[in-house]
């Protein structure tokens, strides 16, 4: 299990060093855009709507909308001094309530926490605490430069700390449209809808429960896998290949040319040259004649 996060919990003037995990992970189905004609995943791009051109990383900054349409620039070396100095490896607990007081409304993303090196005996502390006293603890801690609100409590032997929506972070429930308002309703329509939820009443198992839509999606892309149905998206590799094959072929016919026409041109002279010397060869000789010296 991947460490995320390493810090402390506190409360009063005690300190546990303890590393953060993950407790929970997407399961959903992830279907990626592809080309209908080649199969290659669709990229989005970075563009400009005022200047209808593609930016680059480096032309991005971060601002915050004030009114519509006006921002005020935050600056990475403004936002890192901020940062620096609102980050805190704690998870201070501040109070301590009961858990049945928190409507699940409030409860966000949860975190398994284990101890740190030498924190056993602190970690073991406070799980009995919480078990014992029947409490969870309030507490803040800072995540990726956000200050949230969360509370610890005891899991399965295991401290769990979950993040906690602040209460301006949770919808008004007067805005919801339609809500009808509370009216007298039919006696035996309401026993009867009671006696209904007394028959389906159980203990919650979890593992009872399946995605099922996951599931059989799933199934449907083990069933393709299985037809062979599937599918390769040409990459950069197999592009450049395909070019370096065609150049290596196009320079092979180039070459063939080249060493055809110097062959076509060796052939040529070497028969101009056996042309010339037969015409040499058939030409009569002239004879030489030596006048004899006259004797005195």
């Avoid at 972070?169 to 919801?176: L, Q, S, T």
Wanted: one cysteine or more; hydrophobic letters at 30%.
């Amino acid at each position: 299990m991947h460490t995320m996060w390493k810090g402390s919990i506190s409360f009063g003037l005690v300190n546990i060093p303890i590393k953060m995990y993950s407790a929970t992970e997407d399961k959903d189905i992830k279907l990626r855009t592809l080309h209908k004609e080649c199969h290659s995943p669709i990229k989005y791009e970075k563009v400009c709507p005022n200047c209808e051109k593609e930016v680059e990383q480096d032309d991005l900054v971060k601002g915050y909308e004030y009114v519509k349409g006006k921002y005020v620039i935050l600056s990475d070396e403004e936002l890192k001094q901020l940062k620096e100095e609102h980050e805190d490896k704690s998870v201070k607990i501040i109070d301590f309530v009961k858990l049945e007081d928190i409507d699940p409304i409030y409860f966000n993303r949860s975190y398994f926490l284990g101890p740190g090196e030498n924190g056993s005996k602190a970690y073991s502390l406070l799980r009995e605490a919480l078990e014992d006293s029947k409490k969870i603890g309030v507490a803040e801690i800072t995540i990726r430069s956000k200050q949230q609100l969360a509370i610890v409590r005891v899991y399965k032997d295991c401290l769990v700390m979950e993040t906690v929506h602040y209460p301006d972070e949770v919808r008004n429930v007067g805005d919801v449209p339609s809500v009808p308002e509370r009216k007298e309703v039919d006696k035996k329509e309401l026993d009867t809808a009671i006696t209904l939820i007394d028959q389906l009443t159980t203990e919650f198992d979890p593992e009872k429960y399946h995605d099922d839509y996951r599931e059989a999606v799933l199934r449907l892309v083990q069933e393709k896998i299985n037809k062979e149905e599937g599918t390769t998206t040409p990459t950069d590799s197999d592009k450049s290949n395909v070019v370096d094959l065609m150049s290596a072929l196009q320079a092979s016919i180039e070459r063939t040319k080249d060493q055809g026409g110097k062959i076509a041109k060796k052939k040529t002279e070497a028969k101009a040259d056996a042309s010339e010397k037969e015409t040499t060869s058939t030409k009569p000789k002239k004879r030489t004649t030596r006048k004899k010296k006259a004797s005195s």
